[in-house]
Protein backbone atom coordinates (compact mmCIF):
# COMPACT_ATOMS: atom_id res chain seq x y z
CA UNK A 1 0.00 0.00 0.00
CA UNK A 2 1.40 3.13 -0.92
CA UNK A 3 1.15 5.81 1.60
CA UNK A 4 2.46 9.46 1.25
CA UNK A 5 4.27 10.82 4.80
CA UNK A 6 4.85 14.07 5.37
CA UNK A 7 7.97 15.26 7.28
CA UNK A 8 8.00 18.71 8.81
CA UNK A 9 10.27 21.17 8.89
CA UNK A 10 12.12 20.54 11.87
CA UNK A 11 12.68 16.88 11.52
CA UNK A 12 13.57 17.10 7.55
CA UNK A 13 17.11 17.23 8.87
CA UNK A 14 16.68 13.64 10.26
CA UNK A 15 15.15 12.38 6.97
CA UNK A 16 18.24 13.31 4.50
CA UNK A 17 16.15 16.86 4.03
CA UNK A 18 13.23 15.23 2.95
CA UNK A 19 9.47 16.73 3.06
CA UNK A 20 7.73 13.68 2.22
CA UNK A 21 8.45 10.34 1.47
CA UNK A 22 6.40 7.39 -0.06
CA UNK A 23 6.13 4.65 1.90
CA UNK A 24 4.00 1.18 2.58
CA UNK A 25 1.93 -0.73 5.34
CA UNK A 26 -1.11 -1.74 6.07
CA UNK A 27 -1.34 0.47 9.70
CA UNK A 28 0.16 3.48 11.15
CA UNK A 29 2.69 1.00 13.11
CA UNK A 30 3.87 -0.51 9.81
CA UNK A 31 4.05 3.23 7.94
CA UNK A 32 6.36 4.56 10.56
CA UNK A 33 8.38 1.67 10.46
CA UNK A 34 9.14 1.69 6.81
CA UNK A 35 9.76 5.38 7.72
CA UNK A 36 12.48 4.18 10.05
CA UNK A 37 13.73 1.92 8.01
CA UNK A 38 14.38 4.68 5.29
CA UNK A 39 15.76 7.03 7.56
CA UNK A 40 16.80 5.46 10.96
CA UNK A 41 17.65 8.92 12.84
CA UNK A 42 14.02 9.69 13.00
CA UNK A 43 13.22 6.61 15.24
CA UNK A 44 14.10 8.28 17.95
CA UNK A 45 13.18 11.51 17.14
CA UNK A 46 9.57 10.60 16.88
CA UNK A 47 9.23 7.45 19.42
CA UNK A 48 10.27 6.91 23.27
CA UNK A 49 12.14 3.16 23.87
CA UNK A 50 9.56 1.55 23.85
CA UNK A 51 8.51 2.12 20.19
CA UNK A 52 5.36 4.56 21.56
CA UNK A 53 5.37 7.77 20.13
CA UNK A 54 7.01 10.50 22.22
CA UNK A 55 4.11 12.85 24.14
CA UNK A 56 5.35 15.70 21.95
CA UNK A 57 4.63 13.90 18.25
CA UNK A 58 1.42 13.82 16.93
CA UNK A 59 0.00 11.57 13.75
CA UNK A 60 -2.67 12.52 11.82
CA UNK A 61 -3.98 10.75 9.10
CA UNK A 62 -6.18 12.64 6.64
CA UNK A 63 -6.44 15.33 8.70
CA UNK A 64 -7.49 13.05 11.70
CA UNK A 65 -5.09 12.49 14.67
CA UNK A 66 -4.54 8.83 15.16
CA UNK A 67 -4.65 9.28 19.07
CA UNK A 68 -8.47 9.73 18.77
CA UNK A 69 -8.59 6.40 16.45
CA UNK A 70 -7.06 3.27 17.24
CA UNK A 71 -3.68 5.22 17.66
CA UNK A 72 -0.57 2.64 16.29
CA UNK A 73 -3.08 -0.11 14.65
CA UNK A 74 -5.30 2.56 13.04
CA UNK A 75 -5.58 0.98 9.49
CA UNK A 76 -3.89 3.21 6.74
CA UNK A 77 -5.90 2.73 3.17
CA UNK A 78 -3.99 2.64 0.16
CA UNK A 79 -3.43 6.22 -1.06
CA UNK A 80 -3.88 7.80 2.57
CA UNK A 81 -1.68 10.79 3.53
CA UNK A 82 -0.01 10.70 6.81
CA UNK A 83 1.10 13.97 8.95
CA UNK A 84 3.85 14.19 11.61
CA UNK A 85 3.48 17.24 12.94
CA UNK A 86 5.60 17.53 16.92
CA UNK A 87 4.52 20.25 18.98
CA UNK A 88 6.11 23.39 19.09
CA UNK A 89 6.34 25.28 22.30
CA UNK A 90 8.18 28.65 23.32
CA UNK A 91 8.00 31.87 24.14
Do not use: H, W
Amino acid sequence: MAVLVKIPTQLRAAADGESEALLSGATVQEVLDDLFERFGELRTRISDDDGTLRRFVNVYLAGEDIRFLDGLATPVPDGAELTILPAVAGG
